[in-house]
């Protein structure tokens, strides 16, 4: 790895809800840049949570979260919703799409609120359009008649495609995907970790993928196991 | 880079849930018409009223209060309550300080049209608006004793043209019984309009009320009103016993309180003299009460629609819980989604403040023909000003102010939720 910071730093992370029982108190974690990880957890173990701290989000109670060499902590809100619009595409197990927009709206929306990434697409020559057609083309979504579908009346695995498509619109450094393939049938699933994969090595972009599904851990570089890391959980299961 | 794709969010969000986003833009839109639409019949009406005499300087007539006196005589709104002796008059038109009179003879009509015995210094000294004198469009003033003078409203409704005969009711009810056909008046001028009663009205001589009026003495037709036909009275002098009321110009404007007093004050019988711009501010005392009380209604009715717009707002918010995870999650700040819905209420409110007043000038512009028909105000005078964009700036900024609630609890929602959806 070169000596870039990593995409992801975390250091003595304690994360809990007002001055409830701590959800998360994890030692260490990190993801590489161009890493993909594999983030295994059942449902409930807080995987939403962390993705939610790591995204600068929600505000831990104790310890570090480094995005990029970026200390989260130390930014003001707006500068971490700025960051996260740039350097984040967010992929969520349903329902990721805005239903008043249509496919390519959906895809460009992340341009339209950061500059950065309407900026990296307009590098490449191409207007934003085209550029999420291009992207929704390598995910299988070509077709002009699919593009003004309403995006409420696509299937579950082209509204996941469409999300990844726009996750991956404006070259972000980390993608994260928070159970995006369990509603998808096994077939899907495996094409659509494919596809994201691809998407990613393009841009060199890290991904972090939650799922509790670990048939799909193989394709992955690095497997990591909440519940081993996570001391809170541990604890409470003890 | 981030006001404009907010603001094309907000139009996109509301156009995806478009029914409960028109019904508040119709409450919003019912409000503002109602509100803008009692200023504007008021301000038409106020119009109106100080736009239908000008350069008189008095107005005399039987002893009753200066508003009524102005309300039948000018106006032509209510019942005459009395008369001026014919000596009277004659006796006030001699004074020094007065230039000219127009005697005035109320209490018949045609056709639903008020009749107006006078004379032809009707048409030299009446004025109106900013001082305009009656025009012609076509024919001219009184010459026979039976020639009548219309005004454009009763030419245009009855399709008068010169020439044409006119059968006086007897009575001013718009279905009377006893005609008086025997003695038709002819018709030998109409006037152009004017926006005052003037349109609605018949003008014809005072010695042609008197001949109508001979052998009815009694308020019926006698066998006298048969015998003496119209060629016959054209041959006699007819010299009227009473008057209804007297619009008067004095030579010196100043002489004015002084001529009021002495002919309230004449022994020969109780008159009153008006000035008729005091009693006017009289008549906008009285009625002033019941537009301000108009106007307090339909600014609560403002302040419901403002309501309607929370409501919806308000309760949109947890369907839209996931919405706006996503958009957090592509970059949206947590004050954006507080300033979305901010802008969602500023654009409702806008939207439904614009088209009440559109509807409320495409009705203005609609009725008001048929307002002037029944009323003699017109409402179409007062067009868009600065108080429709008054109003428009004002309800659009009162919605942004109401949205803070619900912008608030949708701010608090999204720092709760972080990125995780709320299936």
Known sequence: ?238 | MKIAPLSILALRSVMNRRWSALLSLLAIAVSVFLFVGVEKVREGARQSFERTISGADLVVGARSGPVNLILYSIFRIGDPTGSISWKSYQEIAAMDEVAWTIPLSLGDAHRGFRVVGTENTFFDHYQYGDGETLRFAVGDRFTDLFDAVIGADVAEALGYTLGAEIVVSHGLGEHSFAHHDDKPFRVAGVLARTGTPVDRSVHVTLQGVEAMHVGWETGARSPLASIMTAERLRGISLEPDEITAIIVGLKDRSSALAVQRRINTMDAEPLLAALPALALSQLWQIVGVVERALSAVSACVVVVGLIVILVTILNGLNERRREMAILRSVGAGRFDVFALLIAEAKLLAFLGAIAGLAALYAALYALAPLVRERTGVSIDMAGPGWFDVAVVVGVTAAAALLALFPAWRNYRNSLADGLAIRL
């Open chain 1, 1 to 238: 790895m070169s000596g870039e910071p990593p995409a992801v730093a975390m250091r003595d992370l304690v994360f809990g809800w007002g001055s409830g029982r701590a959800i998360l108190d994890i030692e260490t974690f990190r993801v590489d840049r161009g890493e993909r990880v594999f983030l295994r957890g059942p449902s409930g173990s807080g995987k939403s949570t962390l993705l939610g701290v790591i995204s600068g989000v929600l505000e831990p109670r104790a310890g570090e979260v480094e995005l990029f060499g970026e200390r989260l902590g130390a930014l003001s809100a707006s500068r971490r919703d700025r960051l996260r619009g740039a350097e984040l595409g967010v992929i969520f197990q349903l329902f990721n799409l805005v239903p008043y927009l249509s496919v390519t709206e959906n895809v460009v929306l992340p341009c339209r609120l950061s500059a950065e990434r309407a900026r990296r697409v307009k590098e490449t020559g191409r207007s934003l359009d085209a550029e999420a057609k291009r992207l929704l083309d390598r995910l299988g979504l070509g077709a002009e008649a699919l593009l003004r579908r309403r995006v409420t009346d696509l299937s579950v695995g082209q509204q996941q495609r469409v999300a990844a498509a726009r996750a991956l619109m404006g070259g972000p450094s980390l993608i994260i995907a928070d159970e995006p393939t369990s509603s998808l049938d096994i077939d899907a699933r495996e094409r659509f970790v494919d596809l994201l994969k691809e998407g990613c090595a393009e841009r060199g972009s890290a991904l972090l993928f939650v799922s509790h599904d670990t048939t799909l851990s193989a394709q992955f570089d690095r497997v990591v196991d909440l519940a081993a890391i996570n001391r809170a959980r541990v604890e409470e299961a003890a």
